[in-house]
DNA sequence: GCGATCAGTT
DNA sequence: CACAACTGATCGC
């Protein structure tokens, strides 16, 4: 649970994912993902009445979380004060004080977070440093050094502080499984399922919150069964999302949610209620993603436990193992760090003590902080390893394994997309909201500037923007998949025989399939 | 009636 | 099994 206060030390006139309190004063406002702890104060009516006078204020995200956000009636009053900025896209902000007219601006990059459908992390850049805050995340080894906008030419940006998700940040947490093996060990647990019969149902028991969507997508792209879940309208404009889901009961997989849904579990009903097929009774298992997790030195094991009789639980985790922590701070290797996150048995000190040594400020040379201006320019082409030592010498960032690698834009894309929202209709922009392309003289990346300087009545326009939609990836095949990683995790479930298989005999052979896309076949 | 907070649950 | 959110009790406006 996140303890972050709003404020970043280098830049404390603007406030992320926190709306209370001394944030009720901040310029602009930031979101880095829709999860409910991250958005305390967001609807408190201190805020909608500074809302209300202060009209130069602004939140800004992605236009995913816009979009979740915007679905809930109770954040409806945003809207028009919301400003979605797209991924990977330096974007300058004006960070007026409207008593004084003091003005001070700001850049400001979404990176992906991995942690759920539209999780940023922002990476600020101004006059006090460039600083980092990742929100919640989870990142593969190696990611960071994989986004091309966290660099510099080839090198990686020259970063003062790193305000850090620690969740994990607990040696105990060393390893969790990857995305990949996690999904495949689901995956074949419920293959292992629903194959047996169309009366075979599994029930997901997720928790009520974003995050688990490429489960559903990749089990409703593997079995062609969509998830059944109890909403659905908030992706109503992310149809690579949408069209694996339905609010139709009569699919075998399952991710509705009731209040008493254990309890129905185990009488085997649904949490929607449903029963039976045809008459005939559900034979259903539930699987419960939680997280689980392995020591520096404890032999690797399963993703998926039995835990009675018909429920599971099968690995899964928003966020990233200490081992991941440790390998993303690593690369950045800023001057400060600041966890967000005091995990559960352990104390800020002891997290400190654990990240310190990952800064420049412990093991730096020359530990004086250099504003960007006076770094040596980054090279154009990548040295050979013998240059590179000599070059450490007067390098202000002697990390070695800091340079940028080539390959961009795989950003674990089979398993975690970065859902594309689009309109049918054009986009309406009722700020006068001024995005225009300029090349940027310090980076050399397309900068977007957000003009809310006349963003009075008089000056209101509307802007018609045509119909966005970001770069995809590009889908990727069931083949592509396959090769993309082959689990390491062994993937355990009981013996095809061990299944119980009580009823089955009585079922007749037809594979009517009520509805369903694809009606798997009947043993 | 609404919101904030806390304890308990999953 | 450690996330994140719901539920219900309590207090205050």
Redesign the pocket.
Known sequence: ?SSFQGQMAEYPTISIDRFDRENLRARAYFLSHC???HM??L???ALKRRLECSLKVHLYCSPVTKELLLTSPKYRFWEKRIISIEIETPTQIPLVDEASGEKEEIVVTLLPAG?CPGSVMFLFQGNNGTVLYTG?FRLAKGEAARMELLHYGDRVQDIQSVYLDT??CDPK?YQIPSRAECLSGILELVRGWISRSPYHVVWL?C?????YEYLFTNLSEEFGLQVHVDKLDMFRNMPDILHHLTTDRATQIHACRH?K??EYFQWNRLPCGVTSKNRIPLHTISIKP????FGERTRKTNVIVR?GESSY?ACF???SSYSEIQDFLSYICPVNVYPNVI???TTMDKVIEILKPLCRSSQSIEPKYKPLGKLKRARTAPLDSEEEEDDLFDDPLPVPLRHKVPNQQTLHPEVFPVPAVSQNQPQKLTQSTECFKVENMQTSLRTNFIDCEESNSESEEELQVPASSPADPGPVTHQQKAEAEVPQWEVFFKRKDDITDEGLENLPSSTEGGGLSVTKAFK
């Open positions: 649970m999860h409910k702890d305390k104060g609807r408190a009516p942690h919640d969740t994990f947490f028991n928790k009520a919150a974003y995050g209040p849904a254990e939680s997280t689980m997790w835990t639980r985790s928003f966020h995990p559960i048995g």
